[in-house]
């Protein structure tokens, strides 16, 4: 199985940047992604790290380190829309290919 | 327009009495799963589908069951329902050909109270 950590909440002021960290404990990894939710909604794909590094996607960015179980998603320049809840959720490998589990959400609020 | 459509979105319904949560997605997605959401637990895993006729167990099958007979629907029976399954319902596809990252695309939500 797999255990993932995430914060509760996280409180920024608009045009600052936060950074939600991610911890995983598995038995098998094949891809860690990171969703967006906002009040109400369906999450939405934000971005995905299979391989060590930091991935870049305009004003979002994701890093992961697989040997530490490590992961976090920075968010600059924040606007207000971006208060939402941040999902980490880590594949499984191998046979278990199709699971896939999900923290338990970091809400962000951005003030003005 | 590229979708995941559930139904119903809202449902109300007493203890025992059987029921379906359809789900149908329009882009051809191999993987279908469901998931259901509760507050300070965030996303669970009920069951997924990696293609049709194959289906497994997520985190919390219990109470659960699914059918993958065509590729674009994959419902969520809930066959004796009971109060603590009380939840918000997300259902989600994906492609998993090896140029894609296996991103979900989820449905709107179906909430469901149990009396």
């Known amino acids: 199985g797999q255990n993932i950590d995430q914060p509760t909440e996280m409180t920024a002021t608009e045009g600052a940047i936060v950074q939600i960290n991610c911890t995983y404990q598995t038995s098998g990894f094949n891809g860690l992604f990171w969703y967006q939710q906002h009040a109400g909604e369906a999450p939405t794909f934000l971005s995905y790290n299979v391989l060590d590094g930091l991935e870049e996607k305009g004003r979002f960015s994701s890093f992961l380190s697989r040997s530490k179980g490590y992961s976090y998603l920075l968010l600059k320049e924040l606007q207000m829309k971006d208060s939402a809840s941040y999902l980490c959720?880590?594949?499984?490998?191998?046979?278990?290919?199709?699971?896939?589990?999900f923290g338990a959400g970091t809400q962000v609020v951005v003030t003005p | 327009e590229a979708q995941v459509t559930q139904n119903p979105r809202y449902l109300i319904t007493v203890t025992g009495k059987k029921l379906t949560v359809t789900c149908s997605q329009n882009m051809n997605h191999e993987y279908m799963s469901w998931y259901r959401q509760d507050p300070g637990l965030g996303l669970r895993q009920i069951y997924y589908?990696?293609?049709?006729?194959?289906?497994d167990k997520g985190d919390v099958p219990e109470g659960y069951k699914v059918s993958r007979k065509e590729k674009r629907n994959f419902p969520l029976i809930l066959e004796s329902p009971s109060p603590n399954q009380t939840s918000l319902y997300f259902c989600?596809?994906?492609?998993?050909?090896?140029?894609?990252?296996?991103?979900?695309?989820f449905g709107e939500g179906s909430r469901l109270t149990v009396l």
């Open positions: 989600a596809s994906s492609s998993q050909g090896a140029a894609n990252t296996g991103e979900l695309f």
């Open positions: 589908s990696m293609n049709v006729e194959v289906t």
């Open positions: 959720a880590v594949r499984a490998s191998g046979g278990s290919w199709g699971k896939l589990q």
